[in-house]
């Protein structure tokens, strides 16, 4: 993945200048803004969405942003480490070779019917619901659309949720409910400890020439509140404890993700990861086994709450 240009966060606005440089020069190839800790939209280099005039004009670093000239490269990248990706809508139709600046369009008239745009709370389904055209069945469920979309266990991008889904089971965590993908931290024990789940593999969906290294993201972020639609000014890590699953299983002829036994879980209270000198944006496995030994599935809920009680000011 030598190809990826990774610009990070930057307030001074020299990251400005330096993407503004590459997507100058790039204008046929593809960046990844990363809006949350586990989100991202991929754009065109000349999508004129993040565009202004020059590069003083805006800091087009507000968020990280990582560029290649192969999309492929790109989504691989970012799977790689378990952000989901999803397409800028429209700016990948479009036949221009030269970027664009934006300009100021005037709005619409709202129409006069009352529009709902609040947060959509999710109900939990049971997979039954039929697809179907205004109230005629079509014969498929939703059943099928989850076995079609979410089969491959050891996808990175499922792996993580199913990471931490296992997480929750083993620390008591109901899972009654759906998923918020879009939270600042994955999970929330019992104890009101809040809890980040970072997954890792040795083996990956596609041919390996070699077992991957293992390396977890650890990367800072700010809190995005789908109510109101604002990002928090704080860029910090949001959760009080880590968690890090590692599918430890190396044989990809009896691979198992379902399986616990295949599973590896380290148990790090935010506070260690903080006050490394070393990289703030991954941890390898070899520093995650110099700060803690492996916590079996069965003891992760005394794991998390012994992390918890080693916080600053904890009770």
């Not at 590896?264 to 700060?291: D, G, I």
Request: proline content about 5%.
């Amino acid at each position: 993945m030598s190809d990826i240009i990774e610009f990070e966060r930057d307030v001074n606005g020299k990251g400005s200048a330096e993407f503004w440089s590459w997507i100058q020069g790039n204008p046929q190839g593809y960046f990844l803004n990363i809006i949350s800790p586990r989100h991202g939209m991929i754009h065109r280099g000349d999508c004129s969405h993040m565009k202004f005039p020059d590069p003083d004009a805006a800091n087009f670093v507000l968020h990280e942003k990582w560029c290649a000239k192969d999309r492929e490269t790109l989504e691989e990248y970012a799977a790689a480490r378990q952000i989901t990706s999803r397409e800028c809508s429209s700016c990948f139709d479009i036949t221009r070779s030269t970027p664009v600046a934006i300009k100021a369009v005037a709005r619409k008239p709202m129409s006069s019917a009352v529009e709902y745009l609040g947060a959509i709370t999710a109900s939990r389904r049971t997979g039954s619901e039929p697809f179907h055209r205004s109230g005629t069945p079509l014969g498929v469920d939703l059943l099928d659309f989850w076995g079609w979309d979410v089969s491959d266990l050891v996808s990175n991008a499922t792996r993580g949720i199913l990471a931490e889904y296992i997480v929750a089971r083993g620390l008591g965590i109901s899972t009654a409910g759906v998923r918020n993908e879009w939270a600042a931290y994955d999970l929330t024990s019992p104890d009101g400890v809040k809890i980040e789940v970072k997954s890792s593999a040795y083996v990956q969906a596609w041919f390996q020439s070699r077992l991957s290294a293992i390396t977890f993201s650890t990367r800072l972020s700010r809190a995005w509140d789908p109510e109101t639609n604002v990002m928090s000014l704080d860029v910090k890590r949001q959760a009080d404890v880590y968690v890090f699953a590692l599918l430890a299983h190396r044989d990809k002829r009896t691979v198992d993700p379902l399986d616990i036994d295949q599973w590896k879980f380290y148990v790090v209270p935010t506070w260690k990861l903080n006050a490394r000198t070393r990289s703030q944006h991954s941890v390898t496995l070899k520093s995650l086994e110099a700060m803690c030994a492996a916590t079996p599935f069965e003891e992760l809920s005394k794991a998390v709450s012994n992390a918890a009680k080693s916080l600053p000011n904890a009770p």
